[in-house]
């Protein structure tokens, strides 16, 4: 793989949130939200990152895009307006990257959020919420802005006269395609999108999927597509990060993870996925405990109280993740001689 062909780099990303006690609020240990991840996302591709709730999925994607600040570790993107004379592209340190750096990184680097209600202004309509970046980043104003705005309700699929509507005035599904539009306006190359089918009906799901795959094709869109349900992860997804109280445990190619999972924790996640089809049997392995705290996590391998296969080496040394072949990453002590079951999600 060309280093050209990665458009964002994550390298030991940590957030912490510091847990404070006593009248003077001191602070007397962290929440460990994400602790200490390495990925890569391709130009051009999804890369699906999937857990349960409270493993660090939000909280990784928001300090990504430096929405909250991470505690350490470098974040490289490759970023096309920051080039100069004779360069494709720049190569921008977002952890470290000033406010007004930062700002202009905002063009190439977008969110969705998991809500669209929430994230939505009541206050003001669907034109003045997708218009306001383009005026914040001096791109636009006045009737340009509105062709602008118009251009990009028309690519998600709404009228120009939703452009004076309030949110309240709008289905989940609309509302969904105003927070979707207002990511477009600024023309990214990367877009973080937080769940953003969860909070929709079954049936307007699919539309919005689909949306997402043909914006994507359109505009050569890359994204981080986080979400719990592992279905809709594999439909959209290129490649897959699979995490674990605040840690990526196993990451490949999609069909590669759900054929040939390598870390027993995706085996279990994957076991309970519901199959449409009764002559489909599959051990559904049903995980004892509860998920540690991550203010105090377990010592060696983070999942190993939970897991089945685990040895005395999984309670004392942290496993290394690493590379076992054709890019599957994981970390896992045995993820060479264990043979887990392969999942059909979906």
Do not use: W
């Not at 970390?331 to 999600?345: E, G, S």
């Amino acid at each position: 793989m060309s280093p050209d062909n990665i458009l964002l780099e994550v390298k030991n990303l940590k957030k912490y949130f510091p847990v404070r006690k006593g009248i003077l609020r001191r602070t007397v240990a962290h929440v460990k939200a994400v602790d200490d991840i390495d990925m890569f996302i391709k130009e051009g591709e999804t890369l699906g990152l999937v857990g349960e709730s409270g493993c660090g999925k939000t909280t990784a994607g928001r300090a990504i895009l430096r929405l909250i600040e991470p505690t350490a570790g470098e974040i490289i993107f490759r970023s096309k307006k920051l080039a100069g004379p004779g360069e494709e592209y720049k190569e921008v340190g977002v952890a470290s990257a000033s406010h007004k750096l930062l700002k202009s990184l905002r063009r190439d680097m977008q969110f969705i959020f998991q809500d669209p209600y929430s994230s939505l202004n009541p206050r003001m309509t669907a034109g003045a919420i997708i218009g306001e970046s383009l005026l914040v980043h001096g791109l636009a104003k006045g009737s340009e802005q509105e062709d602008r705005v118009r251009e990009v309700l028309g690519a998600v699929g709404m009228k120009p006269d939703h452009m004076k509507r309030y949110p309240h005035e709008f289905s989940g599904g609309q509302r969904q395609r105003v927070a979707i539009a207002r990511a477009l306006a600024l023309d990214p190359q990367l877009i973080v999108a937080d769940e953003p089918v969860s909070a929709l009906d079954v049936s307007i799901q699919a539309q919005v999927i689909n949306l997402l795959e043909d914006l994507q094709q359109e505009f050569g869109l890359t994204y981080l597509f986080i979400s719990h349900d592992l279905s809709v992860i594999k439909h959209i997804s290129n490649r897959v990060a699979v995490m674990y109280l605040g840690k990526i445990v196993e990451l490949a190619i999609t069909e590669e993870l759900f054929s040939n999972p390598k870390h027993p924790y995706t085996e279990a996640l994957m076991s309970a996925v519901p199959v449409p089809a009764p002559d489909y049997n599959v051990e559904e392995i049903i995980l004892t405990g509860d998920v540690p705290s991550p203010v105090t996590p377990p010592s060696g391998c983070y999942f190993h109280p939970r897991c089945r296969y685990a040895r005395e080496i999984c309670k004392s040394e942290p496993p290394a993740y690493r590379d076992v072949g054709d890019e599957h990453f994981v970390a896992c002590h045995f993820a060479d001689t264990l043979k887990l079951q392969p999942i059909r999600a979906g």
